[in-house]
């Protein structure tokens, strides 16, 4: 049962903090509220009346909006044109919609600008536009599901100032979120979900974040801290010179990476900062063979693999924690023993010769779901019915059980709670101290401060800085993440200078 015996009160113009481990029922949970899913029993009540949603149309009448977790924008639209998409007959699609925006942005500080395609915003951007299209729509009950998990800290703190201005005028905001020191910091009251039941409702200056993380999963919460330093002398993964050029819906020509060059060691992990849209993805891509670069090389162990396969690559002993779960690490109407073989059919133990072996395929599946705790009922379950964290973890778990020399890990803890998390990192320790090499690319800064042996920031395509992760902070990398110089860290030379903001864009 998802959820049994979820009882809370959300006070009007406040924020509040919903937390909990992954499969505690959050997300069921939000989906009632938001009339997507149907409850068996209980009552809900909005501002006293009790209230029956059959679905989301419903709920967005009686004043509910959703931002979810993966945003639900149309790339090739401006955000005027995704703004009132489905609600034409608010303001209509000209003028009166165009200042409408204009209220809703300049009342919330939202900064957004009408005629811009989503597909040159930046993520909190288009976070922000996401928010200002529930206002459109009259929302004045606001559900964020883990609003900063792709934010850099300035930017989590601008998404705060923008969430203080919603509650002073008197909207209420349901913020669920992973990083109980953020809600600590935002929320004015906080309940504490586990395995589908209410288990605590606190004050945040009650607590702290180590009581919460032990209401959630029973355990201290976690830090990736450590400066065991176990790399080696002996090459893993070597980039050189590379360059990959993209082509725009508008047929024009750009430089997505641009002069990349980097050796990761056994032993190492690599981390690589940088505001989503930067490069980091297509740096993943060309590594993975998923896109083929104009120019440079990248060798494995000593081997060449530049016109290998990505299938060839697996097999060479590649590793990948994709950055897009449904996309590139989920076939989501396959059982969880299909997702176990993705990605390694021709490898043990999932074939034996020519043939599938889906006896063994099975039981390893178990195994897995086991060892890396994923809540589900059963290893015939389609992966679309697991929490996000939950999918996350069967992908984690599938990976690292073929014991690949280089692991490419995009995001690896995104979505999943302090427990899980604080699991993933300890497989990525051990391993790392068998010689794993790892290339790191998080929006988790701590994680990537506390795992990273090294530390490059991108930055429009390009690495311009080096950081040393002993002793840069958080808001340093985050300063040079968005582009802005910083005395202590060592910036590639001319880097910083070439790729100079242009109009405060970060693409």
Do not use: C
Not at 326 to 350: A, K, S
Not at 431 to 460: F, K, P, Q
Request: hydrophobic share 40%; aromatic share 2%.
């Amino acid at each position: 049962m998802a959820n049994h015996d979820i009882h809370f009160a959300v006070r009007r113009g406040t924020v509040h903090a919903l937390v909990g481990e992954n499969g505690a029922g959050k997300s069921t949970l939000m989906k009632i509220l938001y009339g997507m899913q149907k409850p068996d029993e209980g009552t809900i009540a909005v501002d006293g009346e009790q209230v029956s949603f059959a679905g989301p149309a419903d709920a967005i009448a009686r004043g509910i909006g959703m931002v979810h977790q993966h945003f639900m924008l149309a790339d090739n639209l401006t955000v005027l044109e995704n703004t009132v998409l489905g609600a034409e007959a608010l303001h209509g699609i000209g003028g009166q919609a165009r200042k409408k925006i204009k209220e809703l942005s300049d009342a919330y500080r939202l900064n957004v600008r009408p005629d811009v395609l989503v597909e040159d915003l930046g993520v909190a951007d288009r976070q922000r536009v996401e928010i200002l299209k529930v206002l459109y729509r009259g929302a004045r009950t606001l559900i964020l599901d883990e609003p900063t998990a792709v934010l850099v800290p300035q930017e989590v703190e601008a998404l705060f100032d923008n969430l203080r201005d919603l509650k002073a005028e008197g909207l209420t905001v349901l913020f669920i979120s992973h990083k109980l020191g953020e809600v600590l910091s935002v929320a004015d009251d906080i309940t504490v979900v586990r395995r589908g039941t209410t288990v605590a409702s606190v004050k945040p200056e009650e607590t702290n974040p180590k009581q919460l993380a032990e209401l959630m999963v029973g355990s201290e919460l976690p830090s990736p801290e450590t400066r065991e330093s176990t790399v080696t002398t002996a090459r893993m993964l070597s980039v050189d010179k590379l360059r990959l050029s993209a082509t725009d819906t508008d047929g024009a020509v750009r430089t997505v990476l641009d002069d990349i060059a980097f050796t990761i060691h056994k032993g190492e992990v690599l981390g690589v900062a940088g505001v989503e849209g930067n490069g980091q993805a297509e740096l993943v891509e060309a590594v993975m063979g998923m896109r083929e670069p104009d120019t440079g090389t990248v060798t494995l162990d000593g081997a060449d693999i530049t016109a290998r396969s990505t299938r060839e690559r697996r097999e060479a002993g590649i590793g990948y924690i994709p950055e897009d779960r449904h996309r590139h690490g989920l076939l989501l109407e396959g059982t969880l023993w299909e997702n176990r073989i993705l990605g390694h059919v021709t490898e043990t133990p999932n074939s034996k010769g020519q043939l599938l072996d889906l006896a063994g395929a099975r039981a390893d599946t178990a195994r897995i779901v086991a060892e890396y705790d994923v809540r589900t009922p059963g290893i015939e379950v389609t992966a679309a019915s697991l929490s996000g964290g939950n999918q996350q973890k069967l992908i984690v778990g599938r990976e690292m059980s073929h014991n690949p020399k280089l692991l490419i890990a995009a995001h690896p803890t995104r979505g999943v709670d302090v427990g899980a998390q604080a699991q993933i990192w300890d497989q990525i320790r051990e391993a790392r101290r068998a010689g794993l090499a790892v290339l790191l690319i998080s929006a988790d800064l701590d994680e990537l401060i506390g795992l990273s042996d090294t530390l490059r920031v991108m930055y429009r395509g390009r690495l311009v800085a080096d950081a040393d992760p002993a002793t840069v902070t958080p808001e340093e990398l985050g300063s040079a993440m968005t582009g802005a110089a910083s005395g202590h860290l060592e910036h590639t030379e001319d880097a910083v200078e070439d790729a100079a903001p242009e109009g405060g864009e970060s693409r």
